[in-house]
């Protein structure tokens, strides 16, 4: 049997798309420069409601950050030109060496923000992880994806004390192709203030970096995570098991394979703690 044939499967897929705010598009480019113009204003509106001196992104290279980093830098550009005082702060935190740092690079000189923070994060991870040396329970593999989760807490730390010094917030790149998956590190990526990628798919997060201008080579390129020590670079769609047009078309009510609907129907109800408040009584 067809699941996305099933009036129960199709409801599934709809109710899903709407708790994550995905809307489907009409026509891409005017589209994407709705978009565009929408989630600045967002950015702008919530630093002048909080009355904060700006925004905090970490930049790793990929389409994501780039993205979301563009849009942070014109927004504060923007309320500046308004007479209110703001700056973005692009942040790098690599791993001691990171293997794509000139795509990083290449972000940032697309971005242009107004000041760029470089943490490295790898003796602060290695310090925890050394501090937990014998008392995990896991083969290597196991200890090798908790330490990446480690990874990712430690870049929030980073970001949040940064914004903490200078009055700001802290954004995050989660979109919804990201969320119905629970692709994220509770704690780590997952926890920010601002998501301006939010209800997004992939697809429309690519089309609006096309839009901002950003470089078509970290538009396509293959995204990737990458914190397993031990699966250095391991694609994102090789850990969904699908991969993000059949996300994407998902979320937007087009047909997808009865083995990809499952296992994001399976995956959003597995991971639904993470897009949840902290359960109490």
Known sequence: MNILKTNIATDIAARIAGELNVKPWTDPAK???AEIEARVAFLKDYVRASNTKGLVLGISGGVDSTTAGKMCQEAVEQLRAEGYAAKFYAVR????VQRDEEDAQKALRFIKPDEILTVDIGQSVDAMMGALSGQQAGDEHQIDFVKGNVKARARMIAQYAIAGDRGCLVVGTDHASEAVMGFF???GDG????TPLAGLVKGQVRQVALALGAP???VMKVPTADLESLDPGKPDELAHG????????FLLGKPVSDEAAKLIIAAYAKTAHKRALPYAP
Do not use: H, R, S
């Open 216 to 218: 078509t080579d970290l």
């Open 31 to 33: 589209d994407a420069a």
């Open 185 to 187: 590190t509770k704690g």
């Open 93 to 96: 935190l690599p791993f001691y």
């Open 242 to 249: 699908c991969t993000y047009d059949e996300i994407d078309n």
């Open 191 to 194: 926890f920010c203030d601002l």
